[in-house]
């Protein structure tokens, strides 16, 4: 199973990142596709979850109003579209695939934490200037 991330970077308090994870290797539709940050010293935290299953989503209380989700159906891909970005929002973002999260699980009920995740991919950086 690989999950590519692509899309980190740079960017003022206030703007905008897009987050793609491509997943190859397990059956797309079978599994949760989630997101997950952690910032330095701070626990990995469950920032939202998609199931192609049904288009299910649930995103953490932090990017709730400012965060959206999206599918490349080519790519088998999720993308993560994060807006009104803040300082708080910098981390190391993690792509990651749970059956537990995924349409014979919970379905993306919420977002679910580190115990439930079956696979990870490397991570990318979002740093966010004040």
């Known amino acids: 199973v690989q999950l590519v991330e692509s899309g980190g970077g740079l960017v003022q308090a206030g703007g905008s ?12 539709g079978d599994f949760a596709i989630g997101w997950f940050r952690q910032a ?8 939202s979850c998609f199931s192609a ?25 999720v993308i993560l579209q994060m807006n009104g970005l803040e300082p708080e ?9 749970s059956w537990a999260l995924g349409p014979y699980g919970r379905n993306c009920q919420d977002v679910g934490t580190s115990n439930d995740v079956d696979f990870w991919g490397i991570g990318t950086l979002v740093t966010v200037s004040a």
């Open 53 to 77: 299953s049904d288009g299910s989503t649930a995103f953490g209380s932090s990017g709730k109003g400012r965060f959206t989700l999206s599918e490349d159906h080519a790519r088998n891909a």
């Open 89 to 97: 929002d910098t981390g190391t973002y993690y792509c990651a695939a």
């Open 40 to 47: 330095p010293g701070k626990e990995r935290e469950g920032v």
């Open 17 to 28: 990142l897009r987050l793609s994870c491509a997943a190859s290797g397990l059956t797309f």
